[in-house]
């Protein structure tokens, strides 16, 4: 399969089109869609796609977006949608209804900061600020995975295992504007990975029920203990995914935690999305230098991949996590979760949290320079450390 | 907008300053060159000069689009908020500092997209403002998609093969929203209207709704260009309790008398879309205004007293 150069977007939503159009055989896909910079491009790409059974309706807000596709969904249908940003703030309530129906909704984000003071470029702050909600979440770090995660998450999310929405984050601008060499899948490759649907719980007409009553405390928490149960079922269904992507296109779409020299390393860097190349490139030029580095880059965020970040930093004794996102008062949120990984399990491992490259800041390999000398030389950890603010004063100031 | 008494500011009123248009101009406008929103800038520059508003006696609200770019082209109070959001901020401001005069700026993406819910509610609670809708008929901002006031047939980016939907009428709809005081249309490639409308809406008691119609040359450049080159599509509603523009008689000869006070008239002009009708609908002061309906009943120490006497009897064993 040759490989075609396109950008972040464009891969997204031929992925999204793909996979609509792979279920034309049986109830078609419904998506509706709204634009929002940086992620416009991608309903765009839908927009103009020569579908056979699949229905795009532009809407006039993100909300109607996701209520378009919930509905869809319910009525037996393949939905998805795409936003960014503020278009997912304003999402919210329905991304929480898709997950509460467990509707297997497919969404990509494009990873832009939240405004206000408003700013375009990448941040995690948008989608992370759902990682309580019942979501499977995806980070990427090019537009290969984009394209091979989104087709994933389509098989993973209908999975009568799972029945649960899932996202997939690519970062603003240095993936959803930037062309990459991009293997596209031919319609039949993508037919034959997502066959067609048939939700357990779209509207049947031998049982018409109502959805959403009022119920007994008693009944929504078991409701809930039934999401967790699906969650703890993502991993090993995910791997099952993932292997029958491999079986069916020859590329690895990529696994949940990808580590790099962490098996003997004593310092680890853990980072996700498009810093995970920067650094990967620093702790090769340290490996070469002699130094006992690793990296692990963190792909699946919901449900979080405890088992294998604790395996990754078996004989880790300092731990770095780079998070391009800020969760207010705390720190990083990526950092967060690694802490409570290794609570009671790994107390000693010395963990610190790095602010870099939010609101779109460029990471660069000197920043990483950076992280590494400042891990090596502490003996404790401390707050998270602001990598990249400078003067404060913007490029002018 | 009625002068609402207060000592607060009555200071800085009675100050000598006298303010030119450019004492109003803030950063240099980045509108494309050509785009109508230069031409709304500079006329409310002027309303406010001829006016002599002190800047911070005055805030500009506005959403997200291209035209809510407006506040950081104007010194004076602004708040650049959320996409379709301005308006309930508005309401908030306008609550709680009466004596400001409030102008909220919206795109037509803003106002009757992802912001409808608020135009109507903000309609009718007939709040004492001047709310502008610059309708290019598209999102501007994001580059080139439907909105509701897309042609039905012109081809954008969200609907490449021609936009599916009637462009939703805003003056209609808007006349039908209960408490609707004052509802006009303008159009900023005829200043002296754009002018004189603008200025009526400020001198209206209420919420003064204003649909300007708005050329963007990027994307929507031949939308309006039938308009400005036959001016016989364009007729002017005129009346001396609406707006009169004799200066333009000579070029737009398609004239109606409209009395704005009558609202079955307005809803039927408003409906026929064989020409643009500009110029100003309805409008009515007698409506209640929010603020009066909910302000605060002043009572003296001796009423207050009786009030909680009356309140403590209830309980009385
Ligand atoms: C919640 C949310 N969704 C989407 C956007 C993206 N967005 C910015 S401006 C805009 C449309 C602007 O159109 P309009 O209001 O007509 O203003 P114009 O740019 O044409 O002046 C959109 C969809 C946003 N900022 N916030
Ligand atoms: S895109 Fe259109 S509305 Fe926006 S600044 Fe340019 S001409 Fe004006
Ligand atoms: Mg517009």
Same mark, same amino acid.
């Given at each position: 399969m040759p490989a075609e150069l396109v950008t972040g977007n464009h891969a997204a939503g031929y992925a999204l089109s793909a996979a609509a159009e792979a279920n034309r055989h049986a109830r078609g896909a419904t998506c509706g869609i709204y634009p929002i910079t940086p992620q416009t491009e991608i309903v765009e790409y839908v927009a103009r796609f020569p579908f056979s059974k699949t229905r795009v309706v532009p809407v006039e807000s993100e909300h109607s977006a996701m209520g378009v596709s919930i509905g869809a969904s319910l009525a037996g249908a393949r939905a998805f949608t795409a936003s960014s940003s503020n278009g997912i703030a304003y999402m919210v309530e329905n991304i929480m209804v898709a997950g509460f129906y467990r509707l297997p909704i497919v969404m990509v984000a494009v990873n832009r900061t939240l405004g206000p003071p408003w700013n375009i470029w990448a941040d995690q702050g948008d989608t992370l600020m759902l990682r309580d909600f019942p979501w499977i979440q995806f980070y990427c770090e090019d537009n290969q995975e984009v394209l091979d995660t989104t087709l994933l998450s389509f098989r993973l999310a209908e999975d009568r295992r799972i029945l649960l929405p899932a996202l997939v984050a690519l970062d603003a601008f240095i993936l959803s504007h930037t062309q990459m060499g991009t293997e596209l899948p031919e319609q039949e490759e993508v037919d034959r990975y997502l066959p067609d649907l048939d939700l357990p719980h779209r509207l049947r007409h031998e049982a018409p029920t109502t959805l959403g009553g009022l119920v007994w405390p008693n009944v929504a928490m078991s409701q809930r203990l039934e999401i967790d149960e699906a969650m703890e079922r993502v991993p090993e269904a995910f791997e099952e995914c993932r292997y029958a992507f491999i079986e069916e296109m020859g590329r690895d779409p990529g696994n949940a935690i990808q580590t790099f020299f962490t098996d003997d390393a004593e310092e680890v860097l853990v980072v996700s999305g498009t810093i995970a190349t920067t650094a990967r490139e620093v702790v090769r030029r340290r490996r070469d230098d002699g130094e006992n580095i690793g990296l692990i880059k963190i792909k699946m965020f919901r449900p979080f991949p405890e088992a294998a970040v604790r395996e990754a930093c078996r004989s880790a004794k300092k731990v770095a996590v780079l998070d391009r996102n800020y969760a207010a008062g705390v720190g990083g949120i990526f950092w967060q979760e690694l802490r409570s990984v290794f609570q009671g399990d790994g107390d000693e491992l010395l963990i610190q949290g790095y602010l870099t490259g939010l609101c779109g800041g460029d990471v660069t390999p000197s920043m990483i320079d950076e992280v590494v000398v400042d891990l090596r030389e502490r003996d404790a950890m401390d707050k998270p450390v602001w990598l990249g603010i400078g003067n404060g004063k913007g490029a002018e100031g | 907008m009625s002068a609402v008494g207060c000592s607060l500011f009555c200071s800085i009123q009675d100050d000598e300053r006298e303010f030119g248009m450019a004492d109003y101009e803030s950063a240099r406008a980045r509108w494309c060159p050509g785009c109508g929103d230069h031409a709304v800038l500079t006329s409310m520059q002027r309303l406010l000069a001829e006016e002599q508003l002190a800047p911070e006696r005055t805030v500009f609200v506005s959403g997200i689009g291209c035209s809510s770019r407006f506040p950081h082209y104007m010194k004076t109070y602004g708040f650049h908020g959320l996409h379709g959001r301005a308006l309930p901020v508005a309401t908030g401001i306008k609550l709680h500092r009466p004596e400001l005069e409030v102008f909220v700026v919206m795109g037509d993406g803003d106002c009757v997209s992802i912001g409808a819910g608020h135009w109507v509610h903000a309609t009718r609670y007939n709040m004492d403002m001047v709310a502008l809708m610059l309708d290019n008929e598209v999102y501007g901002l994001t580059k080139n998609q439907t909105s509701p006031t897309t042609p039905a047939g012109y081809a954008t980016n969200t609907q490449p093969y021609g936009t599916y939907l009637p462009a939703m009428n805003p003056v209609v709809a808007t006349l039908g929203i *209960?408490?609707?005081s004052f509802v006009a249309q303008t159009a900023e490639w005829i200043p002296p209207h754009l002018y004189a409308t603008l200025r009526a809406a400020y001198e209206h008691d209420g919420f003064a709704f204003v649909r300007i119609l708005q050329?963007?040359?990027?994307? *929507?450049?031949?939308?309006f260009q039938q308009y400005i080159q036959s001016p016989d599509m364009v007729e002017l509603l005129e009346h001396e309790a609406g707006v009169e523009t004799p200066a333009l008689h000579a070029i737009y000869k398609n004239r109606r008398r409209h009395d704005p006070r009558d609202i079955h008239a307005a809803r039927q002009l408003a409906e026929t879309d064989d020409v643009v009708r500009l110029g100003i609908f309805f409008r009515d002061e007698s409506f209640p205004r929010y603020e009066e309906t909910r302000s605060l009943p002043s009572f003296t120490a001796e009423e207050r007293i009786s009030i909680l006497n009356e309140e403590f009897d209830r309980y009385a064993v």
């Open positions: - | *209960t408490n609707a050329r963007c040359p990027k994307f *929507t450049g031949d939308i």
